[in-house]
């Protein structure tokens, strides 16, 4: 049922990636600005992640030996630097996630490079490296973006929601690995509410969430070669609760042999290796789509 | 329980199609016109549908033999080639839904005859065959689609809400039969979650989804003589999780000996054909149902 | 866990009367005014009400020896009379809904007795009775609708939540019986996803709707003296695969032994009958509850 | 899992603490002011906390042996007496909650500062006592509140979310013990459906709702050492179906022999015990967390 299956190393039958999204009280800011003091309860929700989530998760991967990634705004990492020295001490990968979890796509051009240029160089002040890959805030990345992160020397992104095996971006200025990701492997729909964030669902217990996450999971195990992405954040997946049941399927997961976890650095690698060797031949989707406005001037907004 | 049950053929229970609705990225640029390209992990989400999904299911629907029924806007026609070559070549149906999925109901009349005459124009063109069936987009139906629809030849409609069996539209231009549809049978309540597209639901499990389904399959199937519709859409049911459990709900179905899967045109043709012999009344509705505005001044708005 | 049990008749433990409010195509009307004709996919999901619905039901209490309360717009009187006359030939109960579900409380109070006025002849012209109760459209419940009541020689309304018991609204104007609701037995959120009417909820299977509704009556059961009252929806519940669950439920309910099934007049009369004889004393509530806007003028707003 | 367990009283696992906020109809008159009379379903159903459900609460606790905290706003002290009364004679806490659920974040400092004088005078005069501890209506702390309650001294606040044990805000006025609270075990998202105070669920039943609620529970019983704090209101959770449910878990609780059943107040008072015998040391929050707007100019409202 796959198109296009990966051969993943050593037989693996699903490539899996846990993705945490370290946003903090970077979402009160860019949703209230100067109001964002005001917000203390929803403050204090977000700041969880960094610290009381964050050495929760560290401490799950040093037990189970995984190193996995990690996507960040720049500000977080500014004002985070406890979680972040904690995170790249581990040896886990920090990627890019906007400098304050702005929507790329409200941006002109100039600034949306502007601000992806000083957050690549805050990250790699305080982590030592250059991100590798990125991850749109919000998935908003814009007609630009693909193309800025060829520009920029960025291997990866992970924004884009196009297939279950990763694909090749061709954006004119360079090419760029996608490996996809799904609302349904996403922790927000299941777990957030926030009327500050103007975002409210009623919150599901972790047995209920987990059966979504998982049934993308054995379906990717049915059908060797595809790549399970679970879009994650601290403050959220790390709640007590939750993190326990996370736990579990880790364990569940890796007892059942057939899966690679990997950062996603390592899973663009391995794609890009076995195509150079001929062993794989992705996907190419060629950026832009579609030149220009495709709705009639006479339907323009009739939806 | 049924007023009318239907004599389907060879004594089946329950007529049952599962029609796909592939919008594809027509959805993303109706909703944001020229700002459609600035949309980018929405139009991925929605390309997966002729992209991923397509070769998918018509590979299961080879493998059971089925033929079925697909909508689409005229614009997805003729920007997913690939996609409607494939499904024409192993015999499916492909009927209306606009050209570029905009809302019949928020045209002029004369927009709206242009557009259907455009779009009809478009599928035959491509298709090799003028569509015999409508599904007007987000069942926008406007007071003058049923008699357009008439007028320009069309057999059937799949928009209405109106009853558990077919029934007849006396549009006053002529007639039109009417295969009707439920929100109980739609994809999108439980699966989609699209900022971008103003919908957002808790993405729910497959086994979820499918409770809903099934419990309108199985409440026909107690009681014979009723039409079961799927309303789903590729980049929904498609994705792998999802439709690996359509196979399974395609082969418990069929295993059960009491369905007939057909076509929509398929059981719009049966329907008509009892009719005419006599072995079948159905019910049929007058249109308008009401000639004016219904609601005294004073009460107007007070809602 | 009831402060004030009424003694049911024989020793019941619970009285239960499943209502149905038969908005029908009133709803798009009063939503839409002069657009509802372009509305017609919302209203023919409306009119499965009277059309397939209603005749369903009124069997199903042929077969169970039940008489139940309908509540409908006037306005749905004067369109949908086979409904009408079909229910009023088997014996229920039918009473005031509002003309065409306006909400009383966004009308001046001229108006809400004028229209209230029409609407009760209308119901006395074609069912032969005035109506004895009332339930408000969406329960928008005036300040005056009470009094309103009481001054119409009404016996009961079904439109407020304060209790598990029957109580009486002390209007100043004379007293009325309240049989309170709840939005737990309320079929909407389960069921009804409709945009065209601002409502959209995830449709539910029937078993997991009829947990809500279930958890109530277990619960009432177990604490004898109690009232459980169905709100639901000819268009909504009466949906082939629902009223099927709803048979069930009811024959359930029967032969628990513990219930009283009844319209709500019957259950108001027993009310006042076991009020009269001494047996029981009522909540009685004077209206109106405060006098003038409790919220100072600093803190209007402040939500 | 958890940094800092707390060592709670005979070796207990969990701490845990059901509080009620009993803002009855205050929750309608700050929605809606002058209009709030028209709401009267909507009041119906709030007023059914104070008169139905407070004594069956307090009936439950009688018969465990219980003392729990109760917050409410001013107005509601000074028009329900009765319910007051009882509550207080029963050895019950009452907390802050604002003066009629107005949000403290919405009002200017000298504002916020006036009405929470005069909520704390108001509370005394009717118990007895100064409020010991606050939680902000709907969670919606200010800035200045930490600080607020400092000067008034106030012992405690239960109204953010940054922890699953007691912490320590630092405001510069002095310090608070925070008792931190979460959305997974507020009782609104399964079960408040409310057009009126646009808040609308699905309403779910008690069994699904507790399956969140104790999820949070199991997850700290593993992990010794944590605060379990139910935020639950009268008219929610004390219907009759959800507080027979509640009663279930308390008595589950209970037999568990792992739980410390308190007040709010006794919990504070407690973790300050064994911080001053060196026994514990929470973590300090240095309050504000930021000094100015986060957000560059450039990027202000680009959410």
């Known amino acids: 049922m796959l198109q296009r299956p990966v051969p993943w190393p050593n037989g693996a039958k699903v490539a899996c990636a846990i993705t945490l999204d370290m946003d903090a009280d970077s979402l009160v800011h860019i949703h209230h600005g100067a109001g964002a003091g005001d917000k203390l309860s929803a403050t204090s929700m977000l700041r969880y992640g960094p610290e009381v989530a964050i050495p929760r998760i560290l401490d799950t991967y040093r037990r189970f030996g995984l190193t996995q990634s990690f996507f960040m705004p720049a500000w977080c990492v ?7 020295e904690a995170i790249v001490k581990d040896g886990h990968e920090i990627g890019h ?7 790329p796509n409200s941006l002109s051009a100039a600034q949306e490079h502007d601000w992806m240029c000083r957050s690549i160089e805050i990250i790699e002040r305080h982590t ?3 991100p590798r890959g990125n991850r749109s805030p919000l998935y908003h990345m814009s007609s630009k973006t693909p193309g800025f992160l060829a520009q920029e020397g960025f291997v990866y992104d ?7 095996v990763p694909y090749v971006l061709e954006t ?7 490996l996809p990701v799904s609302w349904a492997t996403d922790d927000w729909p299941p777990y957030v509410h926030a009327p500050d964030l103007d975002y409210m669902f009623a919150v599901q217990a972790p047995e209920r969430a987990m059966e979504v996450f998982m049934a993308e999971f054995e379906a990717l195990r049915a059908c060797p070669g595809g790549l399970w992405v679970g879009v994650w954040h601290p403050f959220v997946s790390g ?3 939750r993190w326990q049941r996370v736990e579990k399927m880790i364990e569940y997961m890796l007892n059942t042999g057939d899966v690679w976890f990997a950062t996603l650095e390592e899973i663009a690698a391995h794609v890009a290796m076995v195509e150079k060797s001929g062993e794989y031949a992705p996907r190419v989707d060629h950026l832009p789509y579609h030149a220009e406005n495709q709705v009639p001037a006479e339907l323009q907004g009739k939806v």
Chains 1, 2, 3, 4 share one sequence.
């Open 158 to 164: 992970s924004s884009l929601m196009g297939d279950e």
């Open 239 to 241: 709640r007590l609760s």
């Open 97 to 103: 996630h906007g400098y304050i979890h702005e929507a």
């Open 128 to 130: 030592g490296q250059r």
């Open 172 to 178: 004119g200025k360079g090419r760029i690995m996608e």
């Open 78 to 84: 500014e004002n985070h630097p406890k979680a972040v």
